[in-house]
């Protein structure tokens, strides 16, 4: 273990062989209460710097109040000149909703330092909760080097393509990897579900047969969002460029087709505050916005008809910090196709 | 309680007596269980006396017993261990054997009974049995028993094996000799037939109409340590297919037993083995995938290829892993494939058996692309011995969100009592005469029978299968995966 690495927080430092004996002594009370040790997934995260462990492991500890997992935090620190392994154990107890009865996660973490082939893979296969899913969440951009036989075994995988340095290469190298690998697992990108409640607002708008015939009139977008989520806009203008069947005209200015081969302009502004801060679609006579301020856990949505109508209401505005956006995305189903259709849409933007 | 008897450990000095046998009649001791009248005594080559005999085991004792070590018991124990001196082909050392024993019974009361374990190489086994006999030692008194217990390998082929038991039975009747495989002695190895023989749930659904397909895994992360030698004339097949695992198929597949009479068991475990499905060349180059470990990573640390361990050829064609499917051709198991892996240099040790059920009827929550999973119901033979039962849960909120869930129950934390070691019950089942968890001599001719079919086609001359590599630390061979795949299935996540 390296000497400057004193994180109490990731618990009892452990050899690798000892972890399982050591992880049984977590449950060992005695004769105290006996807590609960619960798991339905296995939980991976990987990273890549000491830095991130302290606070990976806090945000495992808010995560298991709601959601029970085996949680994995791998940190890989290939630089370092040679190989080595750490491991700690640690245990994250909340009292049960009903109130009497502690309920623990497991979180084992490891340093790999150094590069050995295989190493990663071996971690991982070795520590799971078995017949449980592995979600597994990758953290920063997607390496080369990781070992194509892991991604048959991820049931979900978890990116954040908002923390990807280029959004084109690494989908691309994404693709590929999952391609090859022949990987049957669900794409999660944390980057698409801070789209979720405009997507969800947006689609509202047209629930009611008298909005959605203004659909087809649709002739610009504009969208305003915060310095650094031009990916997060990108992603919600392909959601509506993969439901609508737009197809990319041109990217300077910024224009789509409309499957009635009807010409929508599409307008990007960053503003500083909330990731996207306003969404308008401008459909002739009508227009359907959303706006959210900075400090605001509402949109307002606003909706003004050619007949003079004009309505106003306010929704949820969804997660924004990692830890409600990983609350949110264990609680969606498990399909990306949509997400898909939105990344064809856009990849040449990206 | 067993009567009052001498066991005589045969190999006294190996690793066997150190780390499992001397702790296992310790543990038996400080639980209650020996009768007072016992007598231990280690049959060795090297020059040793009861007092240092005695010093060694009370420190190995300390280590590997798993209660620890109390003074008192330890006193009372050691005081029953005697170590007697002589090479194995040396007729006057059974001789004084004899003596001893005799002497012993006249003094503690173990009344004639002996039973003889050999815990040495196979090759030791005849002349070990033929002193025995020479020196009257496979008789006694009129009313005590003598029994032997037969330490695997027994046998490395059908030939062997029957040479051995012709060996054996010459010295001790059948009903006599123990074949113990530890894996039987395993609790949940014998909770198997109280899970589907005394749980109304499981029984109705333990047949083809209900169950999929059934794994056994046998996984270990270490390599071939010291056992180089050894294991290059043996293989995973041999080492542990043969025995263990056909064992643990045997106690899932058999039917009811008329009674709970060691016979009346093992019967049913014969009928299992004589129902394997022979295979042909074709069968095996199609149904059984061998691999060898090559260099990887285990726990973090780089551990090289089989070829390049200690004392093993570097072209060796020795199997670390075997995955095969198998058929029990009778009426409950019909279409219902047995697939059996094991290995070497895998990530995790552990020993399960999954019995996957089929699918619920695609109509409702089935009905999509994403098939939602099957039940599962694993045991687990070690370690973390227990049973656990995967099954499909709605996720709370207002979505149909369908996920695995996992009922667990753990021997190790669910009683009182720490499970005992398989040698403790195997022990204490020998000393009590009842047989029922040792290999009778038609189940260990059986499987052989159909082991040896499957080496037959790997060393046959001309196209033999091919010996796959795997890296050390991976679940093994991709051959072994595609065997599933082919079938539409996949190896369950350990």
């Known amino acids: 273990m390296p000497d400057t690495l004193d994180l109490p927080q990731l618990g009892t430092p452990v050899p690798v062989s000892q972890i399982n004996r050591e992880l049984k002594k977590l ?54 000149p040679e190989p080595h392994i750490s491991a700690w154990v640690n245990a994250h107890c909340h009292l049960s909703r009903a109130g009497a009865k502690s309920v623990c996660c497991e979180q084992i973490t490891f340093l790999l330092e150094g590069e050995i082939k295989g190493r990663l893979t071996n971690i991982v296969f070795s520590h799971l909760d078995s017949d449980l899913p592995l979600y597994f969440w990758l953290q920063g951009d997607i390496s080369e080097r990781l070992n194509p036989t892991l991604w048959p075994w991820i049931d979900r995988l978890i990116i954040d393509s908002l923390a990807w340095t280029n959004p084109r290469d690494q989908f691309a190298r994404l693709q590929a990897s999952l391609t090859s690998a022949k990987a049957t697992l669900t794409l999660r990108d944390l980057n698409w579900t801070r789209t979720l409640y405009l997507r969800q607002a947006l689609s509202a708008f047209f629930d009611a047969p008298a909005h959605l015939a203004h659909l087809p009139a649709l002739q610009a977008v504009r969208f305003q969002h915060a310095p650094g989520h031009r990916s997060t806009a990108l992603l919600l203008l392909g959601w509506l460029a993969g439901q609508l069947g737009w197809t990319l005209q041109n990217s300077a200015p910024l224009v789509f087709e409309s499957s009635g081969n009807r010409r929508v302009a599409i307008e990007l502004t960053e503003s500083p505050g909330a990731a996207l801060s306003a969404c308008t679609l401008d459909c002739g006579e009508a227009s359907f916005a959303i706006r959210r301020d900075a ?56 | 309680m067993p009567q009052p008897c001498s066991v005589v450990i045969f190999g006294a000095s190996g690793d066997l007596t150190y780390r499992k046998l001397i702790p296992a009649l310790y543990n038996i001791a400080a639980d209650g269980d020996l009768p007072a009248a016992l007598s231990v005594v280690g049959f060795a080559r090297r020059e040793k006396s009861d007092e240092s005999f005695r010093a060694e085991l009370k420190e190995a004792v300390g280590k590997f017993s798993r209660s620890g070590r109390s003074d008192e018991v330890w006193a009372s124990f050691a005081d029953r261990v ?31 009974n002996r039973l003889f374990y050999l815990s040495v190489a196979p ?93 056994i895994t046998a996984a270990e992360p270490l390599g071939v340590e010291q056992r180089g030698p050894y294991y290059e004339s043996s293989g995973a097949l041999r080492d542990m297919v043969q025995n263990h695992l056909l064992q643990l198929l045997c106690l899932v597949a058999m039917e009811p037993p008329t009674d709970l009479a060691a016979d009346s068991v093992r019967d049913e475990k014969v009928k299992v083995v004589r129902s394997l499905r022979p295979m042909s060349a074709e069968d095996v180059a199609r149904d059984v995938v061998r691999g060898q470990y090559a260099a990887g990573a285990i726990g973090g640390a780089e551990v090289r290829a089989y ?18 499917k198998v058929h029990v051709d009778n009426w409950r198991w019909d279409d219902v494939p047995f697939y059996i892996r094991v290995g070497k240099r895998l990530p995790k040790g552990a020993t399960e058996i999954a019995v996957q059920f089929k699918n619920a009827p695609s109509v409702l929550f089935n009905k999509g692309a994403e098939s939602i999973g099957a039940n599962v119901l694993v045991i687990r033979i070690q370690p973390d011995e227990g049973i656990s039962l995967r099954m499909q849960c709605k996720m709370p909120g207002a979505a149909l969100r369908i996920e695995p ?89 350990m």
């Open chain 1, 27 to 80: 449950w060992d009370t005695g004769t105290g209460p006996a807590p609960t040790r619960a798991s339905l997934i296995n939980f991976a995260v990987y990273c890549r710097s000491t830095e991130a462990l302290a606070e990976n492991t806090e945000l495992i500890a808010e995560f298991t109040r709601n959601h029970a997992c085996r949680a994995l935090l791998i940190c890989v620190c290939r630089q370092a």
């Open chain 1, 295 to 350: 400090t605001e856990r509402y949109l307002h949505a606003d909706i003004r008809l050619p007949d003079g109508h004009h309505f106003q209401h306010v929704l949820p505005a969804g997660p924004d910090t990692t830890l409600q956006l990983l609350d949110e995305e264990m609680t969606r189903g498990a399909r990306h196709a949509p997400y898909l259709r939105a990344l064809a849409a856009i990849t040449p933007l990206l």
């Open chain 2, 82 to 112: 005697f170590y007697h001196r002589s090479e194995f082909g040396d007729a006057d050392g059974y001789q004084r054997l004899a003596e001893r024993l005799n002497q012993l019974d006249a003094e503690r009361g173990t009344r004639g």
């Open chain 2, 123 to 215: 090759s030791e086994f005849e002349g070990i049995l033929e002193h025995l006999a020479a020196a009257g030692l496979n008789t006694t008194v009129e009313g005590a028993w003598t029994r032997v217990i037969v330490e695997k390998p027994f046998g490395t082929d059908l030939a062997t094996a029957q040479e051995l038991n012709s060996v054996v039975n010459k010295t001790f009747r059948e009903k006599d000799t123990y074949r113990i495989d530890h894996f039987l002695g395993k609790e949940t190895a014998q909770n198997i037939m109280v899970l589907r023989f005394a749980n109304g749930i499981f029984e109705p659904l333990w047949n083809h109409r209900y169950i999929d397909h059934i794994q």
């Open chain 2, 307 to 324: 070829r390049a361990e200690d004392r093993v050829s570097p072209q060796s064609m020795t199997e670390t892993y075997v995955a095969l």
């Open chain 2, 405 to 493: 869930v996992k009922m667990d129950f753990h021997y190790g934390t669910s009683f009182g009592k720490a499970s005992p070691e398989a040698y403790e019950r195997l022990l204490l089942d020998a000393m009590s005469g009842d047989a029922t968890l040792f290999a009778r001599r038609d189940e260990v001719e059986g499987a052989w029978r159909f082991i040896d079919l499957i080496e037959e086609a790997w060393h046959a001359a001309g196209a033999q299968p091919p010996l796959c590599e795997y890296p050390a630390g991976s679940w093994g061979p991709k051959e072994a995966d595609e065997l599933l795949a082919r079938d539409g299935r996949s190896w369950r996540r």
